[in-house]
């Protein structure tokens, strides 16, 4: 069974900062992506960015945080961070780390969470 563990998160004024970064500890392959979900109250998880490990490492954004997240992995060390910047209100959410062997972690359906961090971003 794969863990992953998230730190980081917190609260932020809008404008802000935030990091959330996550590893699996004990896992001793690769995975293809890794990545973060996230959940507001009373929605649905949603795809917010992910890594590939490809050539130049392949990544994706949803539309609402390009330009203002930006993911990156350690692919030795099998972590994957979310730098957020520019921070809004609507960014409020449980932020899951996500990984899969094959996958896009783009969907729910990839394989691996995390337990999830809680961000807040107050106006």
């Known amino acids: 069974q794969v863990q992953l563990q998230e730190s980081g998160g917190g609260s932020a004024q809008a404008g802000g900062s935030l990091t959330v970064s996550c590893v699996a500890p004990?896992?001793?392959?690769?995975?293809?992506?890794m990545g973060w979900f996230r959940q507001a109250p009373g929605e649905g998880r949603e795809g917010v960015a992910a890594?590939?490990?490809?050539?130049?490492?392949?990544?994706y954004y949803r539309d609402s945080v390009k330009g203002r997240f930006t993911v990156s992995r350690d692919n030795v060390r099998n972590t994957v961070t979310l730098q957020m910047n520019s921070l809004k209100p609507e960014d409020t959410a449980i932020y899951y780390c996500?990984?899969?062997?094959?996958?896009?972690?783009?969907?729910?359906?990839?394989?691996?969470w995390g337990q999830g961090t809680q961000v807040t971003v107050s106006s």
């Open positions: 004990r896992y001793k392959g690769s995975f293809r992506c």
């Open positions: 996500v990984a899969d062997r094959v996958g896009s972690c783009t969907t729910t359906s990839t394989n691996y």
């Open positions: 890594v590939y490990d490809e050539y130049r490492e392949k990544t």
